[in-house]
């Protein structure tokens, strides 16, 4: 009985893990950019610097973001597997493991498939962190979002969730 809660245990960790690697990476992958370009051999100077880190720091962002968010998932789905393949897990452990490994998924896809809505509207980019209790959708646009991008786009997401509008927060990338 106790090597079963050890399982659960490690199945809600990892959860909990990841959970929070996503949002630490969403939250501050962007602040710790550097704005060089790759293939350029010098940087300008004055107000052209400024429009060369304005140019590729949200590009930066949203690849880094994508880069981050399937390493964790990745590192997760491991360990669900893992836990998984124990020939010593009890059943409720296997469900569980086997239940966030489908949770996973289906957030994967569904992030994807906003994702492809979302830029298939004409916005320059667009990354997707979906959770337990909210859906965070982070969007690059160059002449910012008003009121009624906020509205298109939460339309999206609620049109391929089951997430209420409370739960939708909708970012701009700076």
Known sequence: MKQVWKKRAVVLTVLVFVGAAIYLNWRYTDQTQDPKILGQSTLVSGE?????????APDDYFATA?????????????????????????????????????????YTVAEA??????????????????????????????????????????DIVLNETNYTADQVKIMEAN
């Open 48 to 56: 052209e610097e400024n429009a060369v880190r304005e140019a590729a």
């Open 66 to 106: 994508r880069l981050s968010r399937k390493q964790a998932r990745d590192n997760a789905i491991s360990m669900l597997q893992e836990a998984e393949m124990d020939e010593n897990a009890d059943q409720s452990v296997l469900n569980e493991a086997s239940e966030a490994l489908q949770v996973l998924a289906a």
């Open 113 to 154: 498939q906003i994702e492809n809505l979302v830029t298939a509207k004409g916005y320059r980019d667009c990354i997707t962190f979906m959770g337990d209790d909210s859906v965070s959708v982070v969007v690059a646009d160059a002449d910012g979002l008003d009121t009624t991008d906020v509205a298109r786009i939460t």
